[in-house]
């Protein structure tokens, strides 16, 4: 990066970091109860995290832009709440990993294989397409409501540093579990994509279509897959989601969010997930909390894309992103 | 046999450059304008006036507006929503606070509230490209939608959020029955697509095109990308800001924000697909498609003796549209306006196959 | 093929004073040098020619010209005017167009508005009077459909002008993209391969077109190619490049018995 837009991404940071702390400069707020909402944040960051994880994946592997992720968290978390009605846990959570990957096979073989090599727009139409079918499809079979999502999940929260820092600080034990599955997961794919030959694939793939299928990459079989997984990381979304907040519409308007946390840490990028998510749970929480009863609350709603919006003004191609070199 | 050029020679640029070159398209425009002002007026039926005739009016509007930014620039959009939200609310408040005003000044003026707002957010489209674009625009609409609910100046601070747009009058002349409304939105509707058809033909279109094609060539034969994106993006919210206007003042009537949020953005993006990228016409049968499909939706399973419930209606819709767009994406990519224009080919042909 | 041979009695331009000059350019990409020190010269009305082996930075030198590159070092002067990088509407503006390895055209576009296009620079009339379409811009646009209309004579694509550029063959697109270059009424033309893809008689063809280009208009021609019987009959002066350097500089008959050209083509023996 050059010298200047170097300077100028650290300028943007240090704005960011002196906002996140101005609070306790200027409002008086203590230390504890910063810690405490900045430890919010960053946990709500994980669950962002989370959704941005399968655009990624698909997007690194197939080049589309997958608007119907939050469809898909959606659709997942409904379908498991309401099969745990009639079955145990465990059983619900195999069969609707069955469906995810019924739902990927049927993705690729109605959607994406009609539409090989076609431009960047009409796939992304395409997908936000599937998202309404897919709202539509999951209502119809599992109804409306809104329902909550019991699996087990302690729901008391803990104080922690009751030593360090007088009264402790409160922390909700299920986004630390949460935080928790996500880590893992996360290292479970950045493994996946790095050291396995189908990763290597994956990557070939979302290169060039035509490139990889003339060196014997089966195009079909990998989108299968990733769209399988992309449909796990969607599974395991929803039940954490689900489990917090319940199971209802709203669920796939925060899954929108994940748009601006996967621009902010560039749409190649598996750690650019992470630290986008992470970044734009924190800002929105700390925004929401010391800035919103300033302009009248509901911040949040905007907040994250506004974020996204002056970063890329800054670097175009995210965080992590790879950066575009136009060739003529 | 109908449909035949031959015979029809052009003999100077202006007679080629000319809008309907072919006779026969000139006789089927001025033909189907004739009976769109003058005898549907007087034949339609009321429900058809404001459940299907005035939306697509100014549906197709707003579609050409979004269609000049996406179709011919190459500027993905998620804020449509937004942009009509501000050319609605500026023209209330121009409206109310200035109630000498003549109308179609109101929706001028709204129209280039709209313009501002669309060439500030329209700034970004310099550096950022593509989908990064399209989710910066959702900027545009969420933070729009915000600054209309909770800031009480646009509202007049009405206490529910929801104003009520005061009644229309023109030259003096009251504007209260659908046919009235309907006559009203088609004058506006045709004057701004001939405007925009000629804005495509010329130097500013050729501009977009090319920006959108190849952006790095065009600047290297002389088309400034800011000129050529934020002229797109100025025209685009004009149209769509007058739309925005016009949907809240002719056919609604009064509106509460939710009217222009994010679904209204996704539903005019569909219209400009499903109609055609980068055709005028395509807004427009784009548009009739999206008006058209919910009603006949509604009307089929009764139509066929199944009774279902509102709510079943509304999802199978959901499903119905979903699977329609993936449909067309693979069918036609280039919508209905593709389909258009290969059918007059064949027509040209016609009896024979090729 | 000796295009010279053939018409002997078609009378040679004069040769003016440099209107293009590189000094010192040196590009790199992140580790990769695609050029290092490049300087020569283009004489007004001259055609020069740039070759070289595949992935010398030929294209890369026309882009820095262009200003779609910008070098880390040297200079670029141009009709008297020195910088240390273009930009693509200023160069645009001065004078200088150019065609493309990889065509470039605007695919959604008509041969007509490709070329129109080209055009574009030139045209003046603001929004609001191109919305209506009268008066000044509707006899704007006429007149410079005229100049267009004139192009495709002279590049012979009558019968294709308004068919979608994106349909029509190869080296049809090939001569779109010179025409939407000669629309500009350019001062120096750059041809990045003009005769990439095409067979005898499209080369002929294509060889006719530039020299009726310099001949009548008096263009200034910087050609990129790899047929060395093109170059060596169309060029008054050649610049070999080789591994971003430039390694020769002279007539073609110089260049051509020039050892260190004979060894970047052939290679050397270790």
């Given at each position: 990066m050059s010298a200047p837009a170097r300077n100028l991404t650290l300028a943007f940071f240090a704005l960011l970091a002196f906002g996140a702390v101005s609070p306790m400069l200027f409002q008086g707020v203590r230390f504890p109860q910063w810690l405490e909402i900045v430890i919010g944040g960053l946990m709500s960051g994980v669950l962002y995290s989370l959704v941005a994880l399968g655009l990624v994946l698909i997007f690194k592997a197939s080049g589309v832009f997958n608007f119907a992720q939050g469809a898909m968290v959606l659709f997942a978390a409904l379908a498991l709440v309401r099969l745990m009605a009639h079955v145990p846990f465990a059983v619900a959570l195999a069969l609707v990993l069955v469906l995810m990957v019924a739902l990927a096979w049927l993705v690729e073989r109605l959607v994406l294989r009609p539409l090989v090599n076609q431009e960047g727009i009409v796939l992304f139409m395409a997908t936000l397409g599937i998202a309404y079918f897919l709202n539509g499809l999951g209502q119809f079979v599992w109804g409306a409501d809104v329902y909550t999502l019991d699996?087990?999940?302690?729901?008391e929260p803990k104080i922690i540093l009751d030593r360090v820092f007088e009264g402790g600080i409160l922390v909700s034990t299920e986004d630390v579990i949460a935080a928790i599955i996500a880590g893992l997961l996360v290292a479970a794919l950045a493994l996946f994509f790095q050291r396995t030959s189908t990763g290597r694939a994956l990557r070939a793939v979302a290169d060039d279509h035509q490139a990889a299928q003339s060196i014997g990459i089966p195009l079909n079989r990998i989108w299968v897959i990733v769209w399988s997984v992309a449909g796990l990381v969607a599974l395991v979304a929803g039940v954490v989601w689900g489990s917090k907040?319940?199971?209802?519409?709203s669920l796939q308007l925060i899954a929108l969010k994940a748009l601006p946390v996967v621009i902010l840490g560039g749409f190649t990028s598996i750690p650019g997930a992470i630290v986008g998510g992470l970044l734009i749970g924190l800002g929105e929480k700390l925004s929401e909390v010391y800035l919103g009863p300033l302009l009248g609350g509901g911040i949040e709603n905007w907040f994250a894309y506004v974020l996204a919006l002056v970063f890329l003004l800054f670097r175009p191609e995210g965080l992590f992103g790879e950066k575009i070199i136009d060739r003529v | 046999m109908i449909y035949r050029e031959t015979g029809q020679f052009r003999t100077s640029y202006a007679s080629d450059q000319q809008l309907f070159p072919i006779l026969q398209d000139r006789v089927l425009v001025i033909g189907f304008l004739a009976f769109a002002f003058v005898v549907v007026p007087f034949v339609a039926s009321d429900y058809l006036f404001r459940a299907i005739l005035t939306p697509f009016l100014i549906l197709s509007l707003a579609a050409l507006g979004l269609n000049i930014l996406v179709g011919y620039c190459g500027q993905l959009s998620l804020g449509t929503g937004g942009f009509m939200a501000v050319g609605a609310y500026a023209a209330y408040n121009l409206a109310v606070r200035i109630p000498s005003l003549n109308l179609i000044v109101v929706f001028v003026l709204a129209g280039l509230c709209a313009t501002l707002v669309g060439a500030l957010f329209g700034i970004p489209s310099l550096r950022i490209k593509g989908f990064y674009l399209a989710v910066t625009t959702l900027a545009a609409q969420f933070f729009l939608d915000w600054l209309f609910s909770r800031v009480g100046w646009f509202t007049n601070d009405s206490s529910s959020g929801s104003v009520a747009a005061p009644p229309l009058e023109l030259f003096g002349h009251p504007i209260q029955g659908p046919a009235e409304k309907y006559l009203l939105v088609l004058s506006i509707v045709s004057v701004f697509a001939l405007l925009a058809k000629n804005l495509t033909r010329g130097a500013v279109g050729r501009s977009w095109m090319a920006t959108r094609d190849m952006d790095v060539a065009a600047e290297v034969i002389g088309i400034r990308p800011l000129y050529a994106k934020l002229t797109a993006f100025a025209v685009s919210s004009f149209y769509v800001g007058v739309a925005g206007a016009m949907w809240g003042f002719v056919y609604l009537g009064g509106w509460e924000p939710l009217a222009f949020d994010v679904n209204r953005s996704f539903e005019l993006l569909f219209m400009v697909i499903i109609g055609g990228l980068g055709s005028i016409l395509g807004s427009f049968l784009g548009a009739a498609f999206i008006v058209i499909l919910p009603i006949a939706l509604n009307r089929l399973p009764s139509a066929l003796g199944v009774p279902l419930s509102t709510a079943t209606v509304s999802e199978l819709e959901l499903m119905v549209f979903g699977g329609l767009i993936v449909f067309f994406l693979i069918a036609e990519p280039r919508g209905l306006a593709r389909l258009w224009a290969i059918g007059k080919e064949k027509l040209r042909l016609w009896p024979f196959p090729h | 093929m000796n295009l010279r041979e053939l018409e002997p009695q078609r009378a040679r331009r004069e040769l003016g004073a440099p209107i293009l000059a590189l000094e010192g350019i040196s590009l790199a990409f992140g580790g990769v040098k695609a050029l290092a020190e490049v300087s020569f010269d283009v004489r007004e009305h001259e055609i020069r020619a740039i070759i070289g082996p595949n992935g010398a930075g030929k294209s890369s030198l026309l882009n820095v010209i262009n200003g779609v590159y910008r070098p880390q070092q040297g200079r670029i002067t141009f009709r008297g005017e020195a910088r240390a990088h273009m930009e693509p509407h200023h160069v645009a503006a001065m004078g200088i167009a150019r065609t493309f390895q990889s065509l470039a055209?605007?695919?959604?576009?008509?041969v007509l508005e490709n070329i129109l296009a080209g055009r574009n620079l030139m045209m003046r009339s603001n929004l609001f009077l191109q919305a209506l379409r009268i008066g000044p811009a509707l006899a704007e646009e006429i007149r410079h459909r005229r100049r267009v209309e004139e192009v495709i004579d002279f590049l012979e694509i009558q019968h294709v002008r308004k068919t979608v550029v994106g349909r029509l063959p190869y080296g049809l697109q090939k001569r779109v993209d010179l025409g939407r270059a000669l629309a500009a009424e350019p001062k120096v033309l750059l041809l990045d391969e003009p005769m990439a893809g095409m067979n005898i008689e499209e080369k002929q063809d294509m060889s006719r077109f530039i020299l009726d280009v310099n001949d009548e208009f008096g263009t200034t021609i910087v050609l990129i190619e790899h047929d060395m019987g093109v170059v060596m009959d169309l060029s008054d002066r050649v610049v070999v490049l080789d591994y971003g350097r430039k390694i020769a500089d002279g007539t073609p008959a110089e260049v051509r018995s020039s050892q260190a050209v004979v060894d970047a083509y052939l290679g050397v023996k270790h």
């Open positions: 699996v087990g999940m302690p729901k907040l319940g199971v209802q519409f | - | 055209l605007f695919k959604g576009m008509t």
